[in-house]
Structure formats: structure tokens, C-alpha cells
């Protein structure tokens, strides 16, 4: 059964435009998400990350929101650049801290139209 | 990334042979994982660990053996490889505990024939 949730694979934005990317989870008991950039042939990189006490979290041009209530959280871009074009992965971590890894969502694949 | 090595990069073996993957870190994180990233599943935990000689499975682990004799060094092994663990394998670590983000290396594409 799967705990997090992308249900759109593919986006596809204008540059200049914003991109919003979901996610869901299902596990109350996830307590910290994050967002990862995956470029073809290279590892996932971290791009951003919410603890659950917060709703919000902004670096650059990058934000995150969290709805508890929902179990909803998205990444937004803006502007959208074209390096922005990635596959995007939502991962949640429980209150182990870690220790017993991330669960992730199967991906977005961002495209940024010029 | 974050000193994270993995090897081979890419393998191509034969189904019934064992296979052995490689993942060096230099950063002294205590805990290193194993995923696996396959079309349409995104990236399922296989085994991780937590200290030396120190692991557990994921979600995905049967067929997979892992050993962690050393801080820096965790290795995956598939005992006799099948074509369903035809995948691209990545490593990543993280200092924990506490809520801080994997680290990941660039991965080994093994393809299993």
C-alpha cells in the first residue's frame, strides 16, 4: 500500500510560469518531509525539506506547504527555469528520525517549456 | 555527492551468479541505506544500516544479503541475481538520528540477463 503519493508523472510548465508539484501521504506518523531533484544518470539531490510543526518552508525560489489536516504537501518553483526540468521525488521520514530511512513517492517528471 | 561512491557504476551479469555492490563513504555518517529505482515503483528501501554490523530490511528485501564491517563501507549482495533485480541501485547515507536529509550517491545500473 503505498504511504506517499505523486499522482501526476509528468508536469509541463512555461518557463517563467510557476510549477507546482503534489503530493500525499497517508501515515500520520510521518512527522518530516522532503523534496529531492533527480537529473538522468545521477543520484537524487535534496532540494528542500518541512518539519510537520510548520506549514510553510521557502529557500530561493523554492517553497514548501504542508496541510496536516489534508495529508497534502507541495513544492512550488518560481520562476520556473529550464534546469528546472527533473524528475521530482515527495519523501516523508517518521519520527525515528531517520533512522529507518525515507519512503518516497513515485516521482514527477518536470518539464519546463521555453 | 556528500563523499558517497558506489561501484561498480554499471554490471552486466548472468541470472544465477551472485553480484556484489559497492558503496564508500567518507563523510562518517552512522547510517547508510540501499534503494532501488524502477519505472513506475520510484525508489523502494531494500536494507539499511545503523552503525557498524548494525542493519535491517526494508521494504524490498528478499534476495538481497547486505554486511557493514566498517563505518565507511556498505555492501549490497545479491546471492544469485534474477532478471527482476534488473534495476538501478543507489546508495545513500545520513548522520543521524534527528530529521536530516539522505545524501545519496549516483548509482549502479545492473542489468541481469
Not at chain 1, 521557502?58 to 514548501?64: A, H, L, Q, W
Not at chain 2, 547486505?66 to 534495476?87: G, I, M
Request: aromatic share 10%; charged share 20%.
Amino acid at each position: 500500500d503505498q504511504q506517499v503519493k505523486q499522482n501526476s508523472p509528468s508536469l509541463s510548465v512555461q518557463e517563467g510560469r510557476i510549477s507546482i508539484l503534489n503530493c500525499d501521504y497517508t501515515n500520520s506518523m510521518f512527522d518530516y518531509f522532503l523534496w529531492y531533484k533527480k537529473y538522468p544518470a545521477e543520484g537524487p539531490t535534496f532540494l528542500i525539506s518541512i518539519s510537520s510543526i510548520k506549514d510553510k518552508n521557502e529557500d530561493g525560489r523554492f517553497t514548501v506547504f504542508l496541510n496536516k489536516s489534508a495529508k497534502h504537501l507541495s513544492l512550488h518553483i518560481v520562476p520556473s527555469q529550464p534546469g528546472d526540468s527533473a524528475v521530482y521525488f515527495c519523501a516523508a521520514m517518521g519520527s525515528g528520525g531517520g533512522a529507518d530511512g525515507l519512503t518516497f513517492g513515485k516521482g514527477t517528471h518536470l518539464i519546463i517549456q521555453p | 555527492d556528500a563523499g558517497i561512491t558506489q561501484s561498480p557504476r554499471h554490471k552486466v551479469t548472468e541470472t544465477g551468479t551472485p553480484v556484489t555492490l559497492r558503496c564508500h563513504q567518507t563523510e562518517n555518517h552512522r547510517y547508510m541505506y540501499w534503494y532501488r529505482q524502477d519505472p513506475g515503483h520510484g525508489l523502494r528501501l531494500i536494507h539499511y544500516s545503523y552503525g557498524v554490523k548494525d542493519t535491517d530490511k526494508g521494504e524490498v528485501s528478499d534476495g538481497y544479503s547486505v554486511s557493514r564491517s566498517k563505518t565507511e563501507d556498505f555492501l549490497l549482495t545479491l546471492e544469485s541475481a534474477t532478471s527482476s533485480q534488473t534495476s538501478v541501485y543507489f546508495c545513500a547515507t545520513c548522520p543521524g538520528p534527528g530529521n536530516s536529509p539522505l545524501h545519496f550517491g549516483n548509482g549502479t545500473r545492473l542489468t541481469v540477463t
